[in-house]
């Protein structure tokens, strides 16, 4: 069973389209977050969400919206794309808001 | 805030020989230290984490790493290292707040890539 699922796996589409990323977890964890991986293989987070509640929102433009409709799901979507937003897109959970952090697959976006 | 530097991008290294990681981080707070691996084309998966006790920490698949504070470093090593090493390395680290528990926001260092050759 997978505990930290995301989807898709790899994403291609045009600038100025509208796309989602799916997350869910199965671990009964109550806090989400939402990681960017640029090229150059940095990972820096965008969001988290602590039982539903957005806990942290890093300076991330607003074109990126986080929408968690119940603790297992958090869900990242991305409005107006450009070129710029071409990385790879990791979820992860934690049992509780400060515990170990368990990553999901990624999902690839690349726009062009 | 805290951030933290992987001195090496690349470490080549033979089947069997020991190998050593370096992360180095830098906070004006106390940090958890975490390292992660990330094989090709997968998410991220814990290796090991420091959180008190023991300054020497041993994780999984044979890795251990060592905190030493009056360096700010926390170095990873493994001393004889696997085809199947091969992958991407994280140092991480998390600020605690001040009731004990980690801030949870974790700050990565730029990546390691560990290449075994046969």
């Known amino acids: 069973d997978t505990a930290v699922s995301q989807t898709p796996k790899y994403l291609v589409t045009q600038m100025g389209n509208d796309k989602s990323i799916k997350c869910e977890q199965n671990?009964?964890?109550?806090?989400m977050y939402w990681y960017k991986q640029d090229s150059k293989k940095f990972l820096k987070i965008m969001f988290s969400y602590n039982n539903k509640e957005l806990i942290i929102n890093e300076t991330v433009p607003n074109r990126f919206s986080p929408k968690s409709p119940d603790k297992a799901h958090l869900n990242l979507h991305i409005n107006s794309l450009e070129l710029g937003d071409s990385a790879v897109y990791f979820c992860a959970s934690s049992q509780k808001w400060g515990y170990q952090q368990y990553f999901g697959p990624g999902t690839r976006l690349t726009v062009t | 805030a805290q951030s933290v530097t992987q001195l090496d991008s690349q470490v080549p290294v033979f089947e069997e020989a020991p190998v050593e990681l370096r992360c180095n981080y830098s906070s004006s707070v106390s940090v958890y230290l975490f390292w992660y691996v990330q094989y090709p084309n997968q998410g991220l998966q814990l290796l090991l984490k420091?959180?008190?006790?023991?300054?020497l920490v041993k994780g999984i698949n044979g890795f251990e790493a060592e905190f030493n504070k009056s360096q700010t470093s926390f170095h990873l090593r493994k001393p004889s290292v696997h085809i199947s090493d091969t992958a991407e390395y994280f140092c991480a680290v998390s600020r605690i707040n001040a009731g004990g528990t980690s801030y949870g926001k974790l700050t990565f260092g730029q990546g390691t890539i560990l290449t075994v050759h046969p």
């Open positions: 671990l009964g964890h109550d806090t």
């Open positions: 420091y959180l008190s006790g023991s300054t």
